[in-house]
C-alpha cells in the first residue's frame, strides 16, 4: 500500500481523524493523483483522539515497513511532542525505530471533477499484463473502450502492438459504456500504478471519457481505498 | 565494397605526404622522413585518397592539417629528456585495462602553463590555439595495474603527488626513447601530444591543495562523498577530476586508478546527482526560458521549463562533422531521464552528464527547478573533437547569460528555430521531453470547474 503511494511522491502529508486515515496527493509533475484512506477497521487496533495531520517520507518509512515479516505485527504510533513516529515491529523479537516527521503541507488537494462514459472492471492481474505487453513497444498507450471490448493500442518508433480484452474473457469482468471512448496515456505511469497496486488488489475499475483523464480504483481486501487518477495525453498535430 | 574483418592498414613510412601537408618549409626538410610521428589509416580511408587537398570528408578545415602543423611546432623541442614545468597534467589511458599506460603530461618549457590543462579557461579559445599547446603536452607512459598501483613504485607515487599539486610543477621526464606522436588518420581522437615511454621521473617541490591533501589522506571517506566536499568547497571541477583518476579518494583498500576519460564523466555524474537532489526541493521557475552559446561551431539552446525536474540532452551533427563523417544527412542522438533520475549509462555519453552540471550549477545557484531540455547543433566548422570540456564549458556560458523569458512553451520554442538550421519539427520529434510538455495533460487541469 505504502509501495503505491511512493511510486508518486517522496513526502506525503497523512490525514489522521478518530474514523481513520486518509492521503491524497500528486506527483511532482502533477501529473496523476493517488487517494487512499484506510479506516479503522482495516486496522487490529486504532486509536485517534483528536485530528491531525502528519507528512512522512515515504522511501524512508518504506525502508522500515520492508523489515518486517509476513506474521509481524508493525505498530505504527506518533509523538505529537517530540514530532517523532516510531514503529515497532514485533515478531520473533521486537524492534523500536523512530522516523521524523516533516512539516506538513497545507494545500488540499481535490479531487478532479469528472464525468466517465466508460467503467471497465477488470483484474488487476490481466490489466497488468496488458499494460506490460504495451510498454514492450511504446511509451504511451490509447485505450478504447466500445460496448463489446477494451482495445490497448501502442505505437513506438519500430513497433506497434494492439491488444484486445474481449467482453467474457477472464480478464475483463465487466463493461459499462455510454459511448465509444479512446484517450492516450502514459505507460510509466500505468505500468507502475497497477504494478505496485497488484500487490494489495485483485479487481481494478477504470473509468474515463474521450481525452479525458482515467481513474483506477483498486479494491482492497478490507474498507481501503486505493484510487489514482492520471491526466491523458493529447497529441495536437 | 564490404568492408572486411580485419582492416588493411598503411603503415607510416607509406604516408609521407603528411610532411607535405606542413606550412614550414624548414621544419618539413629537417623532419622528411623521421621517424617522429607515426601514422596509421585504414587502406580505404578517405584522407589516403584526399591527402588534406580536397576536402573530402566535408569538413570545412582538415583536422589533418591542423594536428600536424601544431604537433610538427614542438617537435623540434623534443629529446628522450623533457624538462618543463607540468601544468600539472597527468593521463591514465584506456588500453590495455587493467594493465594502463598512467603518468604525467609535460610540455617541454618553463613557462606559466597553468591553462594548459585547465579548460575552465579555455573557453572562447580557437581550436588552433587549444590544438597547439595540447599538442605540446608530452606524455610519459608508464604501465600499472590500476588496482596495484600503490605498490607500482616511485613513478607512479610520484605521478600521483603531481597530479595533486594547485600550480605547475618543474618535472624531468626521463623517456626511453624520443617521443613520438600517433595519428590515426581515420578516426577522431582528441589532439594530443606525443608520447614515450617512462624511464625515470623527477619530480620538483609540489604544493598541494590543502582539501584535496585532506581528501587523499582521508581513507574512510568515500569517493563520491570526497567529490562533493571538494566541489562545495570550490575546487575546480578538472582538479577534483584530476586527483580522482589518480586514486587519491576513496576508502583505503578500494582506490585505483581511473581512466582519464572515466574519471570526467564520473564526476560530472556524481556532482550533478548530488545536486539534481538538492534541485527537487527547491521552487519552478516562473516562465520558460532559452539560454543559448556558440562555440567552436557548436551552437547549444537550453530550454527550461517550469516543471518538476527533468533532463533531455540532444544533439544534431552536419554531415562531415565528427561523429558524422561519411553520412548524407543530419544524425540526431538524444537520451533523457525523468524526476527520479536514471540508473543506464546515457547513450549519448559523457557530454550528457557535462552538460547536466552545468544546468544543475544555475538552478541550484538559483535555488529553483526546472524541466531542462539541452539542444545542440554542431555544424561542419566543428572538425575535430576536442573533449567533454567543450560541451561543459559552453553550456556553462550559456547559464552565464541572460535567459530570453517567454510565457509559452510555443514562443519558447519559435526563439529556437530562428536560431538552429535543423527544423524544430525535427527538434521536437526527436524529444521525449519536448512532446511530453506539448501533449501530457495535468491532472489539476480538470479540478476546477466540471469539463462537460
Redesign the interface.
Known amino acids: 500500500m505504502i509501495t503505491s503511494i511512493s511510486i508518486l511522491v517522496d513526502e506525503a502529508t497523512y490525514d489522521i481523524t478518530p474514523d481513520g486515515m486518509k492521503l491524497r496527493a500528486m506527483d511532482p509533475s502533477r501529473v496523476a493523483m493517488v487517494d487512499f484512506e484506510w479506516p479503522k477497521t482495516v486496522f487490529d487496533e486504532y486509536a485517534c483522539d483528536a485530528p491531525t495531520k502528519m507528512c512522512l517520507n515515504i522511501t524512508e518509512l518504506l525502508k522500515l515497513l520492508k523489515r518486517a515479516g509476513k506474521d509481524e505485527a508493525v505498530e505504527l504510533s506518533l509523538d505529537e511532542k517530540t514530532g517523532r513516529l516510531q514503529v515497532t515491529i514485533s515478531g520473533k523479537y521486537t524492534r523500536t525505530f523512530n522516523m521524523p516527521t516533516l512539516e506538513a503541507a497545507e494545500e488540499e488537494v481535490p479531487t478532479p471533477k469528472l464525468a466517465f462514459n466508460a467503467k471497465i472492471k477488470a483484474t488487476t492481474q490481466g490489466l497488468r499484463e496488458a499494460i506490460e505487453d504495451a510498454a514492450l513497444v511504446s511509451d504511451h498507450v490509447r485505450i478504447e473502450v466500445d460496448p463489446e471490448k477494451l482495445v490497448l493500442h501502442a505505437t513506438g518508433d519500430l513497433m506497434g502492438a494492439n491488444i484486445e480484452l474481449k467482453k467474457g474473457s477472464d480478464a475483463l469482468l465487466d463493461l459499462e459504456v455510454k459511448e465509444t471512448v479512446k484517450a492516450t496515456f502514459s505507460l510509466s505511469y500505468l505500468n507502475e500504478i497497477i504494478k505496485t497496486a497488484a500487490a494489495t488488489s485483485d479487481i481494478a475499475t477504470l473509468e474515463f471519457s474521450t481525452d479525458m483523464p482515467i481513474k483506477l480504483d483498486f479494491q482492497q481486501p478490507k474498507e481501503g481505498k486505493l484510487t489514482f487518477y492520471l491526466a491523458p495525453r493529447i497529441e495536437v498535430e | 565494397m564490404v568492408q572486411t574483418v580485419k582492416k588493411g592498414f598503411i603503415a607510416g613510412k607509406d604516408n609521407l605526404w603528411i610532411f607535405d601537408l606542413l606550412d614550414d618549409g624548414a621544419v618539413r626538410a629537417d623532419l622528411g622522413g623521421s621517424d617522429v610521428l607515426r601514422t596509421r589509416a585504414s587502406r580505404d580511408a578517405l584522407c589516403v585518397v584526399c591527402k588534406g587537398s580536397r576536402m573530402l570528408c566535408g569538413k570545412s578545415r582538415c583536422p589533418v592539417v591542423v594536428r600536424v602543423n601544431q604537433f610538427f611546432r614542438t617537435a623540434p623541442l623534443l629529446s628522450e629528456e623533457v624538462d618543463g614545468a607540468s601544468p600539472p597534467s597527468v593521463f591514465v589511458g584506456r588500453i590495455g585495462y587493467p594493465y594502463v599506460y598512467a603518468g604525467p603530461m609535460v610540455p617541454p618549457v618553463h613557462e606559466d602553463t597553468s591553462f594548459y590543462d585547465l579548460p575552465e579557461l579555455w573557453f572562447g579559445k580557437a581550436i588552433d590555439e587549444i590544438v597547439g599547446f595540447r599538442s605540446m603536452l608530452v606524455r610519459g607512459k608508464y604501465r600499472v595495474h590500476v588496482r596495484r598501483f600503490e605498490e607500482a613504485g616511485k613513478i607512479m607515487d610520484l605521478t600521483r603527488e603531481l597530479a595533486l599539486a594547485v600550480e605547475p610543477t618543474d618535472v624531468e621526464l626521463g623517456l626511453t626513447r624520443k617521443p613520438r606522436g600517433f595519428l590515426v588518420l581515420d578516426d577522431d581522437v582528441q589532439p594530443f601530444g606525443p608520447s614515450a615511454p617512462i624511464r625515470d621521473l623527477r619530480v620538483g617541490n609540489a604544493k598541494w591543495d590543502h582539501q584535496v591533501e585532506k581528501a587523499y589522506y582521508d581513507t574512510d571517506l568515500r569517493a563520491a562523498d570526497a567529490v562533493r566536499e571538494l566541489f562545495t568547497k570550490g575546487v575546480l571541477v578538472t582538479k577534483i577530476q584530476r586527483a580522482f583518476s589518480v586514486g587519491a579518494f576513496g576508502l583505503g583498500a578500494d582506490r585505483r586508478l581511473v581512466l582519464t576519460r572515466w574519471s570526467i564523466t564520473a564526476v560530472d555524474s556524481i556532482l550533478s546527482n548530488d545536486l539534481m537532489g538538492k534541485i527537487?526541493t527547491f521552487p519552478l521557475i516562473n516562465e520558460f526560458r532559452v539560454y543559448e552559446s556558440t562555440y567552436l561551431e557548436n551552437q547549444f539552446e537550453v530550454l527550461m521549463l517550469p516543471?518538476?525536474?527533468?533532463y533531455e540532452a540532444i544533439e544534431a551533427w552536419y554531415p562531415g562533422t565528427v561523429w558524422n563523417p561519411s553520412g548524407k544527412s543530419i544524425v540526431m542522438f538524444g537520451d533523457w531521464e525523468?524526476?527520479d533520475g536514471r540508473t543506464t549509462y546515457a547513450d549519448i555519453g559523457g557530454c550528457y552528464y557535462a552538460a547536466r552540471l552545468a544546468v544543475c550549477e544555475l538552478l541550484m545557484k538559483e535555488r529553483r527547478q526546472a524541466?531542462v531540455i539541452v539542444l545542440r547543433e554542431a555544424r561542419p566548422g566543428y572538425i575535430m573533437p576536442v573533449g567533454v570540456w567543450q560541451v561543459r564549458e559552453n553550456v556553462r556560458n550559456a547559464m552565464r547569460q541572460q535567459p530570453l523569458k517567454y510565457n509559452t512553451l510555443e514562443e519558447a520554442l519559435k526563439r529556437v528555430q530562428s536560431q538552429f538550421h535543423i527544423p524544430i519539427k525535427q527538434w521536437i520529434n526527436k524529444s521525449?521531453l519536448i512532446k511530453?510538455a506539448?501533449?501530457?495533460?495535468?491532472?489539476?487541469?480538470?479540478?476546477?470547474?466540471?469539463?462537460?
Open positions: 527537487k516543471d518538476a525536474w527533468s525523468g524526476y524541466r521525449e511530453n506539448l501533449y501530457q495533460q495535468k491532472i489539476t487541469k480538470y479540478m476546477r470547474a466540471k469539463v462537460p
